[in-house]
């Protein structure tokens, strides 16, 4: 095990990987309310990483402030 300092990514424990799981539109608008609450003005950098991730077919399902340090 190695010792990181941010930035960082970390646990992939709640990740799909080469498909996104199916949610309701108003399962994915309260998950997004939500998200904007917990990153506030850093919201858009995780959608960023988030689609970074996406377009290598890693589907993260748990960003949270434990998982993603800047």
Known sequence: MAIVSPPYILDFGKVYIDHQPEH???????????????????WADVQSILWQL?????????????????
């Open 24 to 42: 309701t539109d108003e399962v994915l608008q309260e998950w997004n309310e939500r998200q904007q609450e917990i990153w506030g003005n850093r």
């Open 54 to 70: 996406r377009r290598i077919g890693i589907y993260c399902q748990d960003p949270n402030t434990d998982n993603i340090r800047f």
